[in-house]
């Protein structure tokens, strides 16, 4: 991996380097991800076995907004973005971060003037958005996530469902680990999240199980002619495998199982779902109209449209490939990129001590 570019208006990387030591704080470290839904970021220092959060930000700005039908990302929601990623980057110079990473995804990777888009942010706000490669988001959404991997299991699949696509990686869990890590043994990206379906297949006045099933049904026509994880079927089927699903619309739905008064990241993140629990919930939900799904604590007026097509993605997997568990994910993109700076800078001192010692 090429090294992460430098945080926007940040001094030469020595410099910052010496500034935190200096001051006896613990180096920051920050990870952006600009999805077609959302702009999130995530601020955190180096801890015993993974890092703390410091600052967290997120904003819906829905980029991918009638990417589908134009092939272009619209003025309107290039300025949402804008305005989020501008507030980032204002948070990533004020904390001070030696490494910076900021990713773009699927409706960057398909709007015809996505990199013309990415070159204005630059411009613009000073943040430089790579436009990382499908398999690049299943393995950072996998490196997210490996704290939620059951090791009693054989098998595990992890589901992010994002806003303009969604990918499946298919991990050995009973495979001697790689680097610390169990191996990906297969992934898929299927240009499919919860605005690009939603988009395609509108609500209508109110939801319906007709209207709920064909969606279910069209995503596991996207899904079934994969075969290259087939070899791991049998463990699906045996019952020694599960879920992790990693999204906006899974945490609503484990929100709405739990009955939350209001989201409580601590209480979602890393519980288990019965495949009973995930269609009690999406049942739940389909008895709602907008308003009412809106006024759900968990999902709010800005996922209200969206949230059954999560569901729609989540159900044809399940439909696709059968397990009891799912273990829900608040975490994923941004914290794999958080592990993966860090850990390239404890390399990166390895080396130099390496080379100090051998003088």
Request: net charge positive; charged share 25%.
């Amino acid at each position: 991996m090429n090294e992460a570019p430098r945080a926007p208006g940040l001094p030469s990387r020595g410099r910052e380097i010496a500034q935190a030591g200096a001051s006896g704080e613990p180096p920051c470290y920050a990870a952006l991800d600009l999805g077609t839904n959302n702009c999130r970021l995530l601020i955190a220092t180096p801890s015993a076995g993974g890092f703390r959060v410091v600052e967290a930000y997120s904003r819906i700005v829905r980029l991918g907004e009638g990417l589908s039908q134009s092939g272009r990302l619209s003025d309107a929601a290039m300025d949402r973005a804008l305005a989020a990623l501008r507030v980032s980057g204002e948070k990533v110079r004020r904390r001070r971060v030696v490494k910076f990473r900021a990713i773009a995804t699927q409706a960057c990777r398909m709007a015809d003037n996505g990199q013309a888009f990415v070159n204005r942010v630059a411009n613009e706000t000073g943040v430089k958005l790579q436009i990382i490669s499908p398999q690049e988001e299943a393995k950072l959404s996998v490196a997210g996530c490996l704290n939620l991997l059951d090791r009693r299991f054989d098998a595990a699949l992890v589901v992010d469902v994002g806003g303009g696509s969604t990918e499946l990686s298919w991990v050995d869990l009973a495979a001697p680990p790689q680097n610390g890590a169990p191996p990906l043994k297969a992934w898929l990206s299927v240009p499919l999240g919860v605005v690009t379906l939603a988009e395609r297949f509108p609500e209508g006045d109110a939801a319906t199980e007709t209207w709920f099933r064909t969606m279910v049904d069209y995503v596991k026509g996207e899904i079934a002619a994969f075969t290259r994880a087939d070899p791991l079927r049998p463990l699906f089927e045996d019952g020694r495998a599960h879920m992790v699903g990693t999204s906006g619309a899974i945490t609503s739905l484990a929100g709405v199982h739990l009955k939350l008064p209001r989201y409580d990241r601590n209480r979602v993140d890393g519980i288990w779902m019965t495949r009973a629990h995930c269609d009690a919930a999406t049942a739940a939900l389909l008895a709602l109209d907008a308003r009412g799904r809106a006024d759900q604590p968990c999902i709010g007026p800005d996922r209200a449209d969206l949230v059954l097509a999560g569901a729609a993605i989540l159900s044809a997997v399940q439909e696709q490939w059968p397990c009891e568990r799912v273990r829900v994910a608040d975490r994923g993109l941004r914290e794999g990129i958080l592990l993966s700076l860090m850990a390239e800078r404890k390399s990166g001192r390895r080396r130099r001590r390496r080379r100090g010692g051998s003088k």
